[in-house]
């Protein structure tokens, strides 16, 4: 199967659990992988047999940007759920993290794979 690959790409929304996280937006990463099969995508040299990585980036960003989830793990299910969305996406491997949320990490986060 073929990767639709989105990577770092970066939101700003509140997200987490404690009273200042859900004071002010924070930044939120992103990684996501579309499984799919792009074989008829490249021979006829058409998106729409595959899965457009921007419908995916700009759902991905505004839902994460006004969600305000306290887990991550409700935001990465989410953001699965909207690829899957997608008629040619079989497959998806979201990772969510949280910049700077834990002293002497770089992030912390969650990733998950959900089919269809």
Not at 3 to 14: D, F, H, P, S
Not at 72 to 84: G, K, M, Q, S, Y
Request: proline share 3%.
């Amino acid at each position: 199967m073929d990767k639709i690959i989105i990577k770092n790409l970066t939101a700003r929304g509140i997200i987490g659990v404690n009273k200042w996280e859900r004071d002010r937006p924070q930044e939120i990463l992103m990684n996501i992988v579309v499984y799919a099969n792009t074989r008829k995508a490249a021979e006829e040299d058409d998106i729409q047999y595959s899965v457009n990585y921007r419908t995916i980036a700009k759902k991905a960003q505004s839902h994460a940007e006004t969600a305000g989830r306290i887990s991550v793990e409700a935001l990465a299910e989410d953001i699965a759920r909207l690829c899957l969305e997608e008629p040619n996406a079989q497959k998806v491997r979201v990772r969510v993290e949280k910049p700077s949320a834990v002293r002497f990490a770089e992030s912390v986060g969650v990733e998950i794979v959900r089919k269809r």
